[in-house]
T-cell receptor, first 115, second 111 residues
Framework: DTEVTQTPKHLVMGMTNKKSLKCEQHMGHRAMYWYKQKAKKPPELMFV???????INESVPSRFSPECPNSSLLNLHLHALQPEDSALYLCASSQVLGGNGQPQHFGDGTRLSIL | QKEVEQNSGPLSVPEGAIASLNCTYS??????FFWYRQYSGKSPELIMS????GDKEDGRFTAQLNKASQYVSLLIRDSQPSDSATYLC???????????FGGGTRVLVKP
């Protein structure tokens, strides 16, 4: 069991659907991250929030929209996704951003399939 | 040159032997180094962090860091079939806040 909880574990959606991925941590961490991981590849950073503010956007298409409602929650809103967006979406958190290299702890991920 | 490089493997190791994984990085100013283990279809799990030159041991795992040669390694002693996984080396560069991953090394421990 991880201390970063992601829901749902699996999601199948059509290209016209709107859905959201959720991530929650109760470790008091102030930095939260979204990654995308394709099969046999390392995780790719998408977004970073630091103290509930968007700090890094890795030029992610606008069909992915992140939101950080409070220090424990991170959402990723999905709309009009493409089949190539099918992947494992990982949420991670760390104590702070940067700061002597705090390790990131990952949730179990959401396996997303776009039909 | 990739920022963080690992041999993709697979690294095949007999049960009970030592598995030795290597990782090199390009940014000489990098300060923080991590090893994650990832089972197929699962998320990465942090197994080691190392920040200064030398060895760091945790159970059957030993991480070794050599900043002058820009490499970090992971030794798995008494390898078990349950150690079969992909091991990701990750580095935080000095100038940024991002975690940069290597491509991962797949390890296969054969009974």
């Amino acid at each position: 069991d991880t201390e970063v909880t992601q829901t749902p574990k699996h999601l199948v959606m059509g290209m016209t659907n709107k859905k959201s991925l959720k991530c929650e941590q109760h470790m008091g961490h102030r930095a939260m991250y979204w990654y995308k991981q394709k099969a046999k590849k390392p995780p790719e950073l998408m977004f970073v929030y630091s103290y509930e503010k968007l700090s890094i956007n890795e030029s992610v298409p606008s069909r992915f929209s992140p939101e950080c409602p409070n220090s424990s929650l991170l959402n990723l809103h999905l709309h009009a996704l493409q089949p190539e967006d099918s992947a494992l979406y990982l949420c991670a958190s760390s104590q702070v951003l940067g700061g002597n290299g705090q390790p990131q702890h990952f949730g179990d991920g959401t396996r997303l399939s776009i039909l | 040159q990739k920022e963080v490089e690992q041999n993709s493997g697979p690294l095949s190791v007999p049960e009970g032997a030592i598995a030795s994984l290597n990782c090199t990085y390009s940014d000489r100013g990098s300060q923080s180094f991590f090893w994650y283990r990832q089972y197929s279809g699962k998320s990465p799990e942090l197994i080691m962090s190392i920040y200064s030159n030398g060895d760091k041991e945790d159970g059957r795992f030993t991480a070794q860091l050599n900043k002058a040669s820009q490499y970090v390694s992971l030794l798995i002693r008494d390898s078990q079939p349950s150690d079969s996984a992909t091991y990701l080396c990750a580095v935080i560069r000095a100038a940024g806040n991002k975690l940069t991953f290597g491509g991962g090394t797949r390890v296969l421990v054969k009974p």
